[in-house]
């Protein structure tokens, strides 16, 4: 009994300090409106979700494959270090973004045309996270300056959708 007395007291200990802790210094605080890109929540059909900026990589491969416009689209890929195929923070950021839209859309498959190596360094990151090689063609195009995707619908059923 006298355990259970003390259980009850600690617990009651416990919540009375919590609620003194979040009413010391409450005020209401208004959140500032966004400068800058705004975000947007992705829905992929599997009903995973990350969000992506209005502009980015990401979003304008989301918002084509929701679209169902056409059975191509080209989107150019800026995330390498000048002219060596090593991938930028952003670069990272994208992949694995690009990742997860493509494992999404198991009819979709894509071309990766631009430095040979970067287009390899690329294409490795993606079968890594799982994305297999038979969806994947490296197409080495010395001159181009960046990368360029080509992304291939593999069918006219919507793949994602993207919410505003």
């Not at 010391?24 to 929540?41: I, K, M, R, Y």
């Not at 952003?90 to 190596?117: H, M, N």
């Amino acid at each position: 009994m006298t355990r259970l007395l003390l259980v009850m007291a600690s617990a009651l200990s416990i919540g009375a300090a919590t609620l003194s802790l979040q009413s010391c210094g409450a005020q209401s605080v208004e959140a500032a409106s966004p400068s800058g890109p705004v975000n947007a929540l992705l829905t992929l059909p599997d009903g995973s979700t990350f969000v992506a900026a209005e502009g980015s990589l990401p979003r304008g491969i989301a918002e084509w494959l929701a679209s169902r416009e056409g059975d191509e689209a080209r989107f150019a890929f800026a995330g390498f270090d000048e002219d060596r195929p090593r991938l930028t923070s952003k670069g990272l950021g994208s992949a694995a973004d690009l990742a997860t839209i493509l494992r999404a859309a198991p009819a979709a498959s894509l071309e990766i045309a631009g430095d040979e190596a970067q287009a390899k360094a690329l294409a490795t990151m993606l079968d890594e996270r799982g994305i297999g090689s038979e969806r994947l063609k490296i197409i080495p195009a010395a001159g181009l300056g960046s990368v360029i995707l080509t992304v291939h619908r593999g069918s006219t059923a919507p793949l994602m959708t993207a919410k505003p």
